[in-house]
């Protein structure tokens, strides 16, 4: 299996409800990694986990919470979200281990705050 | 801080010509250098990637070029088809070996 699957395709949630995106890989990578992309402009890393464990945080809202359960999972916890975080909402995954940097991106959440 | 300059941000060729795409980067510590494809609505697609210890790489029509010295890196796509038209993004790995920093795009379009 050399994908990444992301779960939903499509949410439009209000600014009072929680929701959350999942993310899913079986090709053995230990690095896995959520990327804001909005319309006309690149990836943007939110965060990084290595080996289950949170390694980088790009000073992201709290209103955005990440969750690494298992090798395999990623979540992105939502909660009173703006309209401003309106995006594709990209999860990525790859071998942390010196020398191996290839990052696998799945197909994105298109996020809609109302 | 980390920066990856991209140009052109739009570029329109005729099928069948050469295209290029240059980017330069502000860490002289960086050592891994990917390209994406990304078409309308889909995910970024690695399509070829260069490290610092080699200066060009070639898969089919696609090459990657590196200047280490320059601190230059760019894409060159020969024999351009339709299906190449997409958003191209280069990027570079930063101090970290998780983090890579993404230049601003180019929108590549082929006019048949």
């Known amino acids: 299996d050399t994908e990444v699957t992301q779960t939903p395709k499509h949410l439009v949630m209000g600014m009072t409800n929680k929701k959350s995106l999942k993310c899913e890989q079986h090709?053995?990578?230990?690095?896995m990694y959520w990327y804001k992309q909005k319309a006309k402009k690149p990836p943007e890393l939110m965060f990084v986990y290595s080996y289950e464990k949170l390694s980088i945080n790009e000073s992201v809202p709290s209103r955005f919470s990440p969750e690494c359960p298992n090798s395999s999972l990623l979540n992105l916890h939502l909660h009173a979200l703006q309209p401003e975080d309106s995006a594709l909402y990209l999860c990525?995954?790859?071998?942390?281990?010196?020398?191996?940097?290839?990052?696998?991106f799945g197909p994105g959440t298109r996020l809609t705050v109302t | 801080g980390e920066n990856v300059e991209q140009h052109p941000s739009t570029l329109s060729v005729q099928e069948g010509d050469s295209a290029v795409i240059k980017c330069t980067y502000s860490?002289?510590?960086?050592?891994?250098f990917p390209w994406y494809k990304q078409e309308l609505g889909k995910r970024p697609q690695l399509i070829i990637d260069?490290?610092?210890?080699?200066g060009e790489k070639k898969d089919q029509r696609i090459a990657v070029t590196l200047n280490k010295t320059a601190k230059h890196f760019s894409l060159h796509i020969t024999e351009t088809q339709p299906e190449d038209s997409a958003v191209y993004f280069c990027a570079a790995k930063g101090s970290s070996a998780s983090k890579i920093i993404f230049g601003s795009g180019t929108r590549l379009s082929i006019r048949p």
């Open positions: 990525a995954s790859s071998h942390p281990g010196q020398g191996e940097y290839e990052q696998y």
């Open positions: 260069i490290r610092s210890n080699v």
């Open positions: 860490d002289s510590a960086s050592n891994y």
């Open positions: 090709m053995g990578h230990r690095a």
